[in-house]
T-cell receptor, first 113, second 112 residues
Framework: AQSVSQHNHHVILSEAASLELGCNYS??????LFWYVQYPGQHLQLLLK??????LVKGIKGFEAEFIKSKFSFNLRKPSVQWSDTAEYFC???????????FGGGTRLMVKP | DTGVSQDPRHKITKRGQNVTFRCDPI?????LYWYRQTLGQGPEFLTY????????KSRLLSDRFSAERPKGSFSTLEIQRTEQGDSAMYLC??????????FGSGTRLTVV
């Protein structure tokens, strides 16, 4: 069975600080990897996804993530956060067949102005 | 507007009552998924359809839960004899063969 671990449950940063959120997964086959963001009171929105190719993936709003297969990791990064990045961030994985998504427990990010 | 519509947005019901939720996916999407999310947790997979066929069900989906997608378009999720532990946000998502998943805003169920 696949599983996803997000080690940081809560992160507090000041504006302009750099961000890195950890994500590790466990899965026996080829994986597709995703980061979703959920702003307060809103639906889940896709930030970026990795299916194959360049392991450094760029997404919306200046976010990027790097797939490191040897470490089973897909960490999310942003060089300079803004107050508007305050949200909950979820890492997710699906098998190559594109069936169900398995989510991590989420990381709640608060950016102080 | 996400493109995936869920109705109702909120539902308060008494324990023991039956409830039904509806999801309208993006029209071109052949796959439809149901998830449940409780406070402070990531969404948990319940079930998914490819067109009208229900292909997978989680062990979380007890026999009180049933989902249908009769014509391969909208889907319904019914919970019979609701319990307080069923209180959660029920999310629907759709995709075209797993190539990216679009989520709806969810139905928040409160069982009192």
């Amino acid at each position: 069975a696949q599983s996803v671990s997000q080690h940081n449950h809560h992160v507090i940063l000041s504006e302009a600080a750099s961000l890195e959120l950890g994500c590790n997964y466990s899965y026996g086959g080829t994986v597709n990897l995703f980061w979703y963001v959920q702003y307060p009171g809103q639906h889940l929105q896709l930030l970026l996804k990795y299916f194959s190719g360049d392991p450094l993936v760029k997404g919306i709003k200046g976010f990027e993530a790097e797939f490191i297969k040897s470490k089973f990791s897909f960490n999310l990064r942003k060089p300079s956060v803004q107050w508007s990045d305050t949200a909950e961030y979820f890492c997710a994985v699906s098998g190559n067949a594109g069936n169900m998504l398995t989510f991590g427990g989420g990381t709640r990010l608060m950016v102080k102005p | 507007d996400t493109g995936v519509s869920q109705d109702p947005r909120h539902k308060i019901t008494k324990r023991g009552q039956n409830v039904t939720f509806r999801c309208d996916p993006i029209s071109e999407h052949n796959r439809l998924y149901w998830y449940r999310q409780t406070l402070g947790q990531g969404p948990e997979f319940l079930t998914y359809f490819q067109n009208e066929a229900q292909l997978e069900k989680s062990r979380l989906l007890s026999d009180r839960f049933s989902a249908e997608r009769p014509k391969g378009s909208f889907s319904t999720l019914e919970i019979q004899r609701t319990e307080q532990g069923d209180s959660a946000m029920y999310l629907c998502a759709s995709s075209y063969t797993g190539d990216g998943y679009t989520f709806g805003s969810g139905t928040r169920l409160t069982v009192v």
